[in-house]
Each structure stands twice: as C-alpha cells, then as structure tokens.
C-alpha cells in the first residue's frame, strides 16, 4: 500500500488518502519492506524507550534509513499523503494564518487546501493530536501529510524570512537592549560631553588630577578587593573539598528521559574550519539521537554554505541559514536560530572549540541535580595553543585567572557573571522568557550574563573545559580585545540607564559588582597610561602635573599600584599551578608588559563605540593546530552504521 506523493503536476482530487491506516507499528513496516533487519530494530527500540525519542530518528542517527525511506513508511503508516514541499510550495495563504515561530515550535505547516481538506505538513504524523490544538477553530478537520522535518523548516524559513530576522534583531526587550545607541543625536551627545570634560580639565587642571587620581584609586581597590574576594573563596573551595564529584553517568541513568540538547555554532567565514569542527563535534560521547547540533550560517556567505554542503553532515548535525541584514552580529545569529532548535538546553560553540568529549553530559547532569533557579552553566575556557608564543602563554594565563579564579568566586557569592561566549549552556524557558540575546551587543555573553542576574537567575560552574585558539598575533589580539570592551561599555551604560531598577534587580552587592567588573575593567585599561607616569617619577622625570599633587598622594598611588600587581602574580601563579597550566608558571611574572596591549583595545573600543558601535570586528581562526591532548574520547552512542535506505 503507497500513498501518492503530490507534486505540482497532479490533479487535486477532492479526497486525498481514502485508504486505511496500516495498523502494525513503524518498525515493522520498515522490515517488511526488507529496509530494516531485526537486529538493528530491537537495539533502537531499547533505546527509544531509554530515550523517549521517536524510532524514525534513531534510525536517521544511526544511518539505517533515510529521510525519503522514513516518509514513506510513515505514509503507509499513517494513511497520509507524502508531501513534495520543494515541487508543490505551501500556500501562502494558508501560512500566513500561523504564526511562524509557532510552526517551527510544532514541526508542522499549512501545506494546501484540497478540496475542502486543509493539510498540514508535518514529519511526525502522531503528533498530530497535540498540533491540531493549535490550529485555527476553522481547520478543525485539518489532516496531516508527511514531509521531513529539515523541508519543513526550510519553508517555514523562506516564506518568513523577512519577520524572523526582524523578531532576531529586537528580540531582546528594548529597555534591556543596547539598540537605542543608534537613536539621533545619542551618540553627538555623548562625545560632545566628552570634549567639554576635557576642555574643563585643561581650565581647571588641579581639580582634573585630583579627581582622576580619586577615581583610579578607587577602581584600585575595587578591583583588587574583587581578586582578594575569589581568592579567598578559591581558598576556602580547597579546604572544604572532601566529597567526591558527582557520578555523571549514574545521574544520567536514573533519569527516565535524558533532556534533547541544541547547541548553536555561529559561523561566518569559516569554510577551513569547518572539517576540523565537525570531527570535534563528533566525539562528544552525549547520545546523538538527542544531539541537535546547528551550524548557523549567514546565507550571504557562500564559501561556508558550500562547504557545509560538501560535508555530508551526519543527520544530528544541519546548517541553519540567516537572511542578509546590515547588522551582521553573532547574537542576531542566535536569535534567529533559536527558534529552530529542538533541544530543551541550548549550547553555545564557536568555529574554533574543542569541548571536552563528555562536556554535555556533564553539563547536562548538572541541570539535572540543580533547581530551576540555576537557568545558565558555564565551562571553562581555555586555550589548546598557550605554547605557541609569548602572547598565546600570557593569554592563556589571563583566561585561566579569569575563569578559575575570579568568575568562580564571584558566582560562588551570588553575584552576577559575566559569561563566556563558548562552553556556556542555558535551559531554553529561561533564555527565552529574557528574549533570548541583544542582537546589537558585540559583547552578548556578558550582557546576558546580566539579565539573568536581574531576573532572579543563577548561573553555575561546571568543572569542565572548551578548548579555543589563543589570538597570539598582536594587532588581532587588539582587534578582539576591543569589541570585548566596546560590549562591556555598550552593557554598562544600557543597564546603568534605570539605576535605581538596577539597584532593585541586583541588590547593593549585585550592583557594586556590576560596576565593578563592566565599569572597573574598562576604567583600569583607559587608566593605565596615568598609572605608567609612576615609571616616569621613579627614574627621575618631573612631569608638569606631579607638582598638582602632594608626595604623599604619589608614593601612595606607587604602593597601591604595586601592590595590586602583586596581588595578580598571586592569583596568576595559583590559577596555573595545576598539571596542566603548570609550564606557564615562569610568564605569570611577564604580565605586566601584556596589558598595555589592553590599553590600545580600549581606545579602540572607545573610539568605536562612537562611531562604529555595532560592528564586529571578526577574529580569524585557524592560526593553530589542536594539540593531540584534547583529542581522546570514549563514545556512550553506537557507533554510526552503513545507510541502507
């Protein structure tokens, strides 16, 4: 028994699919029709109820049949008609009665009108009970035809392209986004501040030196009071270590149905990367059939789409396409993907990431054993390139103080985190109940990190790493590092724009920390050249503006300043006292001639956030190869079999 598949040659007849449903179950049908041995259906059944993921796509996942193989079966099945999308387009009258988030959210489209049936495309005809709630009261005999999933999305994608990419780039509450920057007159308004501070420093210059001397103590001791902070909470993390870590796979097991995870991969520009992505992709050892991996490509570029194309991609493993926009931002990307996942946790990874292979697992088990209240994740980060040369080492080092030490301590007391943009994971109610990600900030990670703060959210550390390439060439390493502190500032002044909602959300020590960590590190790059006059002092020069202020105010600047330097060799030597880290011991002590390097980015961050503050200055990867070390990795899914069908 074969039910047609339509195709825009064919007549529409007034009934479509008068035959009866077939009433043995998928898998036997897929046997009968010698597409499936035996063996291979009783091992995915077991996993299906392990899993409660449907049986046509473990089949997919392990290559035992194909999307054409598993439409047709379900035809049968089903008594449905199949539906050729690409030769015989949805109406769009039809779909511009749904709206389009909701299609992509049930796997389902208006398909045609034939006859007086409505038919509704869908790739799980069983289903179709809980799709035809949210169907129009007037299609209440809709019936269902069958097309794949990836042809229904793909539709659903170019009838709406315009709407989607609008909902990506103001998804994000306006009052919480940085897009109002681009109002008239905001930005002249800002600079023309900015020169009348520096033409009332020239008038009045003692009561200039004095403030910006307050200031760059203050931000001193703030930032050093948050180092002492995570150093003392990484002490006491030490000494209270006594329970042994969590079972992962015992967590995993008692659960009766493991969470679908979809880890988004912006790419732009990345066709070399892309074999080497794929490859690391493939060890993560979380079972695949509930692996939703999606390669988010802009559509403009080609190079990648083509040799995504190339690829053969594993079935757990698609591209999503982005339409074309002037703003050309990876969490504009994201947005737009969210909407297509089909995980319950959403996953961040970039071109360039080697997570380590049980890192969602991890993640995962971690979700499991916390409350709703935890609603984000973080690995750490780290570099697979620190010994490639003097700035990979000293980048390396940085990362390893900022993710080990400080980001830990700060989330260990409650505070806001600025999270990474790469081995972060989130559950999909939360990140979408916040608007998902500012489209228009360049640093979304951090700003993010902020939100969730503000409403209510935690976010946790899990002791598990994502590799990346170190940017070990200076003027990239600037390049990078500027559209860091561009987004840094582009977050301080959104959030700080309500202070005393601010203030509300995060409470005092919430509110310190956000100043602290946004406002503080910016402060300490733009403040450094003040802070290098000590060398000018201490080998004997009289700068005009040393005789503004007393000895004492010097020679207590030239304490705290050593002093804070101090206490960063302290954390940079116990952030990479470890196994691991431990050959970079001997460059903590070359730190201070890294950060000027910070110094530059700030400028032209600043210099940026005027007058170019939505563009991305893109990293370019590939510099490096991956060590063997992040390599090895046990699998807990079968491995994948010939395709047959």
Same mark, same amino acid.
């Given at each position: 028994?074969?039910?047609?598949v339509l195709r825009l040659a064919d007549p529409m007849p007034e009934v479509i699919g008068t ?64 539906? /050729? ?53 007037? #299609? ?144 993560? /050892? ?5 692996? /939703? ?16 194309? /190339? ?69 750490y980060l780290d570099y697979y390139n620190p010994r490639q040369n003097w700035l990979a080492r ?221 563009? #991305? ?29």
């Amino acid at each position: 028994m074969t039910l047609p598949v339509l195709r825009l040659a064919d007549p529409m007849p007034e009934v479509i699919g008068t035959a009866r449903a077939d009433p043995r179950r998928l898998g036997e049908i897929l046997q009968d029709r010698g597409w499936l041995e035996g063996g291979d259906l009783i091992a995915a059944m077991v996993r299906q109820r392990q899993t409660g993921v449907p049986l046509g796509r473990i089949l997919m996942v392990d290559d035992l049949i194909g999307e054409a193989g598993l439409t047709a079966a379900l035809s049968q099945q089903f008594a449905a008609p199949m539906a /050729d999308l690409d030769r015989m387009p949805p109406d769009p009258h039809l779909a511009r009665l749904m709206p389009p988030e909701t299609c992509l959210a049930l796997g389902a489209v208006p398909w045609r009108q034939l006859g007086g049936t409505i038919f509704i495309a869908v790739s799980e005809p069983g289903r179709f009970g809980e799709i035809r709630r949210h169907l129009p009261a007037l #299609w209440a005999d809709a019936r269902p035809a069958i097309a794949p999933l990836g042809m229904i999305e793909r539709h659903i994608s170019l009838a709406n392209a315009d709407t989607l990419s609008a909902q990506a780039e103001q998804r994000c509450p306006a009052e919480l986004s940085c897009r109002s920057w681009a109002r008239p007159l905001r930005r002249p308004l800002v600079l023309a501040i900015m020169v009348a501070l520096v033409a009332a420093g020239i008038t009045f210059p003692t009561t200039a030196i004095w403030l910006l001397y307050l200031w760059l103590m203050l931000n001193l001791a703030a930032m050093s009071l948050l180092r002492l902070t995570a150093l003392y909470q990484q002490g006491r993390t030490w000494l209270a270590r006594s329970a042994p870590a969590p079972d992962i796979r015992a967590t995993l097991a008692h659960c009766a149905a493991l969470p679908a995870v979809s880890v988004l991969v912006p790419l732009y520009r990345e066709a070399a990367m892309l074999p080497m992505l794929v490859q690391r992709l493939q060890r993560l /050892d979380y079972p695949k059939e509930l692996l /939703d991996i999606c390669l988010v490509l802009e559509a403009s570029d080609s190079e990648t789409l083509a040799a995504a194309a /190339d690829l053969h991609l594993p079935h757990w493993i698609r591209v999503i396409a982005v339409p074309a926009s002037n703003l050309k931002t990876k969490p504009r990307a994201m947005n737009y993907a969210l909407d297509f996942c089909r995980g319950e946790i959403i996953g961040i990874y970039d071109a360039e990431d080697a997570p380590e292979p049980d890192q969602i697992s991890r993640m995962v088990a971690r979700f499991l054993r916390e409350g709703p209240e935890v609603a984000c994740i973080q690995g750490y980060l780290d570099y697979y390139n620190p010994r490639q040369n003097w700035l990979a080492r000293c980048f390396s080092i940085e990362y390893a103080v900022w993710f080990r030490l400080v980001l830990q301590g700060v989330e260990r007391m409650r505070l806001p985190v600025p999270l990474g943009g790469t081995g972060v994971f989130f559950r999909r109610d939360a990140l979408e109940a916040l608007g998902g990600w500012d489209a228009h900030n360049v640093t979304e990670d951090a700003d993010l990190g902020m939100r969730l703060a503000r409403a209510g959210y935690r976010c946790a550390f899990e002791p598990t790493t994502t590799f990346e390439e170190a940017n070990c060439h200076v003027l990239p390493w600037i390049k990078q590092r500027s559209r860091w502190l561009k987004g840094y500032a582009m977050t301080w002044i959104t959030h700080i724009r309500k202070p005393r909602t601010l203030w509300r959300d995060l409470g005092p020590r919430g509110f310190l920390t956000f100043h602290i960590i946004l406002l503080g590190t910016l402060s300490n790059f733009l403040l450094a050249p003040a802070i290098w006059s000590f060398w000018l002092i201490a080998f004997g020069f009289r700068p005009e503006f040393v005789g503004y202020l007393p000895a004492s105010a010097w020679t207590l600047m030239a304490t705290a300043y050593l002093l804070s330097e101090g206490l960063m060799a302290v954390l940079g030597f116990v952030a990479v006292s470890g196994r691991d880290h431990r050959h970079l011991l001997p460059w903590v002590l070359t730190m201070p001639f890294y950060w000027p390097l910070g110094t530059a980015a700030a400028f032209k961050a600043l210099y940026e956030l005027l007058l170019a503050p939505f563009y #991305w200055d893109k990293t370019n990867h590939g510099i490096s190869a991956e060590p063997a070390g992040t390599s090895a990795a046990p699998s807990l899914s079968p491995p994948p079999r010939r395709h047959r069908v």
